[in-house]
């Protein structure tokens, strides 16, 4: 793996430095990687986070607010189209529709040929809402990539995509812990 010269190395380095001395035998490369993507992440977190609150939400309702806006008019979905869309389990997303409704951002509507359907459907303050925080949210990641250019963005969200599948196939072929 390559390493980051000498005179600029950050948390990573160090950590790496130190398993190598304390332990040489264990690989602690995957560290140069998850390790930033970890430390980056919580940096994202922080920096999105600021956006959501200054708005009044948190990640979780923008996760619920953002799937109903691009489903496109009526702005519904089911409980299970959620779960779908969010990676957020059916009782998970009956939370956060009730905590949306109570705020008068959405409205829960029965389907008019089977009442057993249920849908969430924004309400014209959660559709104001939902783009007022998507401008803001969109502008502040666009500022959080301003040290990479274009091509670099790029090409880090295929790596990002890669690794992605390549997590997916680890989950697949790990051995069953008994």
Same mark, same amino acid.
Not at 83 to 96: D, H, K, N, P, Q
Not at 130 to 158: P, T, Y
């Given at each position: 793996?390559?390493?980051r010269?000498?005179e600029?190395?950050d948390a ?16 602690a ?9 970890h ?15 200054q708005h ?10 953002t =799937?109903?806006r &691009?489903?496109?008019?009526?702005? #519904?979905? !089911?409980s299970g189209e +959620?779960a779908? /869309?969010?990676? %957020? ?22 389907? =008019?040929?089977? &009442?057993?359907?249920?849908?969430? #459907?924004l !309400?014209?303050?959660? +559709?104001?809402? /939902?783009?007022? %925080? ?8 666009k ?14 969200g ?14 697949r072929?790990?051995?069953?812990? %008994?």
């Amino acid at each position: 793996m390559t390493r980051r010269p000498a005179e600029h190395p950050d948390a990573v380095d160090l950590f790496l430095e130190q398993w190598r001395k304390e332990l040489p035998g264990v690989d602690a490369t995957p560290m140069a990687v998850f390790g930033r993507l970890h430390r980056s992440f919580m940096r994202y977190q922080t920096l999105i986070n600021e956006v959501f609150e200054q708005h009044g939400i948190n990640m979780a309702a923008f996760d619920v607010l953002t =799937a109903l806006r &691009r489903s496109g008019p009526p702005y #519904r979905r !089911t409980s299970g189209e +959620l779960a779908a /869309v969010s990676l %957020v389990s059916s009782g998970g997303v009956t939370l956060r529709v009730d905590r949306l409704e109570a705020a008068g951002l959405v409205v829960r509507e029965r389907d =008019a040929d089977d &009442r057993r359907v249920v849908y969430a #459907r924004l !309400t014209e303050q959660g +559709l104001d809402l /939902v783009e007022r %925080v998507a401008q803001a949210h969109f502008a502040n990641e666009k500022g959080m990539l301003e040290g990479l250019s274009e091509v670099e963005q790029e090409r880090l969200g295929r790596l990002l995509s890669k690794l992605e599948r390549s997590l997916e196939n680890a989950e697949r072929t790990r051995p069953t812990v %008994v």
